[in-house]
């Protein structure tokens, strides 16, 4: 018994070094995300919103416990919404030509915002799992 | 950064808790080292609920942060201090026109022309926060970017880095 809870000590010490290693890596990256003066969205593959940093918030002029689980095409103004729409599915399904960049119209309350929107697959080995957008204000 | 260190650990120390359960089984046991026994079992299960949860939301939310910076639209390098590159995201290996085995451990400096080396070497210091520059490229012409830099904590705990945005120029 003792080899056993020996061993099992061992392990947990290990299990710990490597959490306190994931915690440095998270650090590390949601620094990089946070902090960062450029406004990104990441998004699932239908575009619904898994996380904005705080330029996003700035630009999209919503609250940011709001924005997890709304679809980001519910943001954009009702006329160019269709259309947004459009390009998310082309680029999704990747069909030639779909542009990367496009410009649109982001509308909260009191406020419409023409914004230009970049964006990038997340793709593992050919699977899309999500989207990471940039949102640019047009001055 | 993987899943399967954490995930091997995991299913590791499973195997050893279920191996101290299988003894307790045993009936030879001393009913006393054994009450105690399960005691601590069931203490080590708690704990280990509470650990195997704080893995599982590192990862998710580790995941989602390095995605973030693996598959932003903007091109994207990590250097340490001295400017050696520890980390390039995908927009930046097109950019630079490299293989991420390539570009991760060579000084930034060796992707701008000498003639911006001036601009490059005081950003490393610190100041300043941006400025133009040319990229020298593998298999590629020349292209004017500007360069942005901003400080970041790399994943070693306690070491600091630097975080460059490379755009093109408009």
Not at chain 1, 107 to 131: H, K, M, N, Q
């Amino acid at each position: 018994m003792a080899a056993e809870l020996d061993d099992l000590k061992g392990m947990w010490l290990d299990l710990k070094a490597r959490v306190d290693q994931l915690a440095e890596e998270r650090r590390h990256y949601l620094e990089f995300f946070e902090q960062s003066a450029e406004a990104y969205v990441v998004t699932d593959a239908q575009g619904t919103i898994v996380d904005a940093n705080g330029a996003a918030v700035d630009v999209l002029q919503r609250r940011r416990r709001l924005l997890a689980g709304t679809p980001i095409a519910a943001l954009v103004a009702l006329e160019r919404r269709t259309e947004f729409r459009s390009r998310l599915q082309r680029l999704v399904a990747r069909e030639p030509g779909a542009p990367r960049r496009f410009s649109t119209v982001f509308e909260a309350p009191e406020l419409r915002t023409e914004v230009g929107v970049s964006l990038r697959l997340i793709d593992r080995e050919g699977v899309v799992s999500g989207v990471c957008w940039l949102l640019q204000p047009v001055q | 950064m993987t899943a399967s260190a954490p995930e091997l650990l995991l299913a590791t120390v499973t195997a050893v808790r279920d191996a101290i359960v299988k003894r307790l089984g045993v009936d030879s046991l001393n009913p006393d080292a054994k009450r105690e026994m399960e005691m601590a079992l069931e203490e080590l299960n708690v704990m280990w609920k509470e650990l195997q949860g704080e893995v599982d939301l590192l990862l998710l939310e580790n995941t989602r942060y390095a995605d973030a910076f693996e598959y932003s639209p903007d091109a994207y390098v990590i250097t340490d201090l001295g400017g050696t590159v520890r980390e390039a995201n995908q927009a930046a290996l097109e950019l630079l026109g490299g293989r991420r085995d390539d570009v991760v451990a060579r000084p930034l400096t060796d992707y701008v022309f000498d003639a911006d080396a001036s601009t490059v070497e005081p950003m490393l210091g610190g100041q300043p926060l941006a400025g133009p520059a040319h990229l020298r490229r593998a298999e590629a012409a020349p292209l004017a970017v500007e360069l942005s830099v901003r400080a970041i904590p790399l994943k070693e705990k306690g070491v600091g880095g630097l975080c460059w945005l490379i755009r093109p120029a408009a």
